[in-house]
C-alpha cells in the first residue's frame, strides 16, 4: 500500500501547465519528523528516474533540478497537509510517470531516489506537441 498519494496528472498540450499534488495517506506529513522533505521523481519510457525538486516540510526550502527551473514550482501547504507540483510551459519531454516521495532521514535536501523512504504510485503527465 502506497504511504503517499499523488493527484492531478493528465494529458496537456505543449505550453500549458497542470499542477500535481501529493499527501500522506492515513497519517500527517509532520507525523514523520522534524527532517521530512518531499521530493518529486520522473520517470520517462525508456528511461531511469530522475530528480524534479524538492522541498522541505518545516522550513519550506526548495531544490529544484536544473531542467525544470524556471518552469516548475513546489509548494506545500501545511493545513491541507499537501505537497504540489506547479509545472507550466510544459514541453514533450516533460511526459512521464511523476512520483512523490518522502524522506526524513536528512538535514538537507536530496536528489537521489535511495534517500527517499516513502513513495507513491505515481501520475502520468503527457504533454503532446
Known amino acids: 500500500q502506497a504511504q503517499l498519494v499523488e493527484s492531478g496528472g493528465g494529458m496537456v498540450q505543449a505550453g500549458g501547465s497542470l499542477r500535481l499534488s501529493c499527501a500522506p495517506s492515513g497519517r500527517t506529513f509532520s507525523s514523520y519528523g522534524s527532517l521530512t522533505a518531499m521530493g518529486w521523481f520522473r520517470q520517462a519510457p525508456g528511461k531511469e528516474r530522475e530528480f524534479v525538486g524538492a522541498?522541505?516540510?518545516?522550513?519550506?526550502?526548495?531544490l529544484s533540478a536544473d531542467s525544470v527551473k524556471g518552469r516548475f514550482a513546489i509548494s506545500r501547504d501545511i493545513a491541507k497537509n499537501t505537497v504540489y507540483l506547479q509545472m507550466y510551459s510544459l514541453k514533450p519531454e516533460d511526459t512521464a510517470v511523476y512520483y512523490c516521495?518522502?524522506?526524513?532521514?536528512?538535514?538537507?535536501?536530496?536528489?537521489?531516489?535511495?534517500?527517499?523512504?516513502?513513495w507513491g504510485q505515481g501520475t502520468q503527465v503527457t504533454v503532446s506537441s
Open positions: 522541498i522541505g516540510w518545516i522550513g519550506g526550502s526548495t
Open positions: 516521495a518522502l524522506s526524513a532521514r536528512y538535514i538537507d535536501l536530496r536528489e537521489w531516489e535511495n534517500d527517499y523512504d516513502y
